[in-house]
């Protein structure tokens, strides 16, 4: 099966700008992850979409992050405007199901490096 | 909400040998531990998981041991190999997954 697709692969900005990432899941998988990698560290979940409708943005900061899921299949996540401290990998998961459910493993994509300067 | 501490940060190991990396969560409502492997410029893969009413599980040279009363669990990596160096991330599910920081392991030939 492909595997989790996401682009733009790199992007660089100037602070206080806007970018948007894209991610399209694997075929079939009603649940998509957001995630921030930041160097040295380990994933942090931003948002959580089930279908097209948001399960978990607690750690999503709303006043510059915004995220949508369109008819339940892609997904963008947006950031207006950027600081410096947003630089990092954001990895786009996808699963059949929620993780813990049986046979539901998360599914990464390569992710987008974002450089904010 | 969980919160999972991951050691070492790094492991350097000779071709052959075994390497451990250890994990320890605090919600005892966690009930899935998976193991995830990234290689550089690559997104984490899924190499291994157990679940809470297991206590160890084996696939060829990789194996998770968990030990629900002292919130820990274990990956083993038996006889090394080049391909092995990557960095390696331990999660925990209570009703998302929560990651540990990773620990970057180099194998030496």
């Known amino acids: 099966e492909a595997g989790v697709a996401q682009s733009p692969r790199y992007k660089i900005i100037e602070k206080r700008q806007s970018v948007a990432f894209w991610c399209n899941p694997i075929s079939g998988h009603a649940t998509l992850y957001w995630y921030q990698q930041i160097l040295g560290q380990g994933p942090k979940l931003l948002i959580q979409?089930?279908?097209?409708?948001?399960?978990?943005d607690s750690q999503l900061p709303k006043d510059r992050f915004s995220a949508e899921r369109l008819k339940g299949v892609d997904s963008t996540l947006k950031i207006q405007p950027a600081k410096l401290e947003d630089s990092a990998v954001y990895l786009c998961a996808s699963s059949r199901d929620s993780p813990s459910s049986y046979n539901s493993p998360l599914h990464f994509g390569n992710g987008t490096r974002l450089t904010v300067t | 909400g969980e919160n999972v501490e991951q050691h070492p940060s790094t492991l350097s190991v000779q071709e052959g040998d075994s390497a451990v990396i250890k994990c320890t969560y605090s919600d005892s409502a966690s009930n899935y531990f998976p193991w995830y492997k990234q290689e550089l410029g690559k997104g984490p893969q899924l190499i291994i998981d157990i679940r809470s009413n297991v206590g160890e599980k084996k696939d060829q040279r990789i194996a998770v041991t968990l030990n629900k009363t002292a919130k820990h669990f274990s990956l083993h990596i038996t006889e090394t190999q080049p391909e092995d160096s990557a960095v390696y991330f331990c999660a925990a599910d209570d009703y998302k997954l929560s990651f540990g920081a990773g620990t970057t392991v180099t194998v030496r030939a």
């Open positions: 979409f089930q279908n097209n409708g948001v399960v978990d």
